[in-house]
């Protein structure tokens, strides 16, 4: 049975996609780039990468020497961190992988921030040793920095707080809340003086760090703990005679429109808000450093996956997909806080026209759960079509889950020549292969569990 007006549940973004991409959907299914071989792949569009980039510094371009940094997690691929590099952002990394892939990527080190949450002995040593900068997230690692640190290091030593301003609309994406596992939390009792006694004891700890949150967070909220940061810099400087603080990382955090073509807010709108907030962060007192990741990729990218079947279950419609919980963790996991617009293309790349029909969009995981989207109004799928999911440049294809052994999918960055509309692909990450799973899986120590004799 087919349902072709039934409201369904869990409806988001039901917008029409734009038809920006679509001469790149069909070039790559002409190209061979997504077909029955290679049924899912994850695709960067080039220049607009360098068009929000462009965007993010221009909003800044009143304010001399802010140092912007792509947060690695939110697109951990070695080409693009390059590109980014290539395009003026330095790299905020969060763990010993993030900090490898920047540095191939060839951002230098004094352009690096290691941010990881819970950094080993180890990884301290090596971003000092780098000149990386690192922030403490708690006044704990500040006392191991103490033991490790060599005075010619230069790296510059920050502390993160937790400006505990409160969350957004998705718990998981709030780090200021009372609880929140992140930084020093500034208003627990006793933490403000302890904070001014931590950057007392160590003149060479010179720069405050906040990231409020990211998806669901409003700017206003992010602004407000922005300026809680510029505060407490402004009483620790003030407090100890000598303008010790010199610069402010603001982290991150600028949520994304995932309902439809439009970017807002934009990097304007949160400049005017941190503004508004916090007049005095833009006095020139303090060099700046931001970390923003989604609102830089996620717009900037696509997945597009076959379908293999179609079927009828209980009255509903489904599509089996290739597209599922391995490249749309989030989305599948958390589908009312992750909703993503989905376009329907025929087997050639073309989109599909006709009357909508009301389907699940389900992946390729060996659970019920997986499926990217419920009951979504589309032109009626079938065997060998493709489907779309946009916005999805950051923290999807880039971030696999390796759930029931599926591959990594290969990621093709890709430009739209001027007049001719030609459209060329560059690999930016092959699919993964049968042979590498293996490997990860242990293949290495296959007999390691047998119990041999003599
Ligand atoms: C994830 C993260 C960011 C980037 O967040 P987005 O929402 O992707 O902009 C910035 N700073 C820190 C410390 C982060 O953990």
């Not at 006694?197 to 990211?214: C, I, K, N």
Request: with cysteine.
């Amino acid at each position: 049975m087919t349902q072709t007006t039934s409201a369904p549940h869990h409806e988001h973004g039901t917008a029409p996609p734009a038809a920006r991409y679509d001469a790149v959907v069909e070039a790559a299914v002409q190209q061979g780039l997504l077909g029955e071989g290679d049924p899912v792949a994850g695709f960067i569009d080039t220049e607009g990468v360098r068009a929000s980039v462009g965007a993010l510094h221009d909003a800044f371009a009143a304010t001399p020497g802010v140092l912007h940094t792509f947060a690695a997690k939110a697109c951990s691929l070695i080409p693009v961190l390059r590109l980014l590099a290539g395009s003026g952002m330095g790299c905020e990394v969060a763990s010993p992988g993030e900090l490898r892939l920047a540095l191939e990527a060839g951002f230098p080190a004094s352009r690096i921030v290691l941010d990881s949450p819970a950094k080993t002995r180890e990884e301290i040593r090596l971003a000092l040793a780098l000149g990386v900068a690192v922030n403490a997230d708690s006044l704990a690692e500040l006392r191991r920095i103490d033991a490790l640190r060599n005075p010619s290091t230069t790296s510059v030593l920050g502390l993160r707080i937790n400006p505990q301003v409160g969350g957004g609309s998705i718990g998981p994406m709030s780090t200021a809340t009372d609880t929140s596992k992140f930084g020093v939390a500034l208003r627990d009792p006793g933490a403000r003086e302890a904070i001014v006694e931590a950057f007392r004891e160590r003149p060479w700890l010179t720069r405050l760090h906040a990231h409020v949150g990211s998806q669901g967070c409003p700017l206003e909220l992010i602004a407000a703990g922005v300026a809680r940061s510029h505060e407490l810099a402004e009483e620790i400087n003030g407090t100890l005679g000598v303008r010790q603080i010199t610069s402010l990382d603001i982290g991150g955090g600028l949520p994304v429109n995932f309902a439809d073509e439009t970017v807002r807010p934009t990097y304007a709108d949160y400049v005017a808000a941190l503004t508004a907030a916090a007049p005095g962060l833009f006095s020139g007192h303090y060099a700046l450093v931001t970390e923003f990741g989604r609102s830089l990729l996620a717009k900037n990218g696509f997945i597009g996956a076959r379908v293999e079947y179609t079927k009828d279950a209980g009255g509903r419609r489904i599509a089996l997909t290739h597209a599922g919980a391995q490249t749309a963790t989030r989305t599948v996991l958390m589908p009312d806080a992750w909703p993503l617009r989905i376009g329907a293309f025929g087997p050639d790349g073309i989109p599909k026209s006709g009357p909508v029909v009301a389907q699940d969009i389900a992946g390729p995981c060996c659970f019920a759960g997986d499926v990217v989207a419920y009951g979504r109004e589309l032109p009626e799928l079938a065997e060998d079509d493709v489907v779309v999911l946009y916005d999805t440049g950051a923290y999807y294809f880039s971030t696999p889950w390796a759930y029931n052994s599926l591959p990594r999918p290969a990621v093709y960055g890709f430009r739209v020549a001027g007049p001719t509309g030609a459209v060329t692909f560059a690999t930016v990450r092959e699919p993964q292969s049968l042979d590498s799973i293996a490997a990860e899986s242990g293949l290495a120590h296959v007999d390691a569990l047998i119990e041999r004799d003599g």
